[in-house]
C-alpha cells in the first residue's frame, strides 16, 4: 500500500476518532479506505444513472418500467 500523509480540520478528525473508538474501525487509514471505496462505488452508480438519462434523452422514451429500472440499478451495484 502507499503511505500517505493528509490533515483533517478539527470536526472531521474527532468524527473518525469517534468512529474507532466505537470499534467500527481498527484505524483512520481502514475508515479513510472505506469511505474512499463507498464514494467510488458511489461514483459508479452515478455514472451509470447518467447513462441512462442520456439514452432515455436521446431515444426519448425508455420501454423499462420503474421495477425493471429498480432491478438494474440494484443489478449494477
Do not use: H
Request: hydrophobic letters at 30%; charged letters at 35%.
Amino acid at each position: 500500500m502507499k503511505r500517505q500523509s493528509i490533515s483533517f480540520t478539527e470536526p472531521n478528525d474527532e468524527w473518525l476518532k469517534s468512529q474507532i473508538a466505537s470499534k467500527e474501525y481498527a484505524s483512520k487509514s481502514e475508515l479513510v479506505n472505506e469511505l474512499i471505496r463507498q464514494a467510488r462505488k458511489q461514483e459508479k452508480q452515478i455514472d451509470w444513472i447518467r447513462e441512462k438519462i442520456e439514452l432515455a434523452e436521446a431515444s426519448g422514451f425508455t420501454s423499462d418500467n420503474k421495477a425493471a429500472i429498480l432491478k438494474q440499478s440494484k443489478e449494477n451495484q
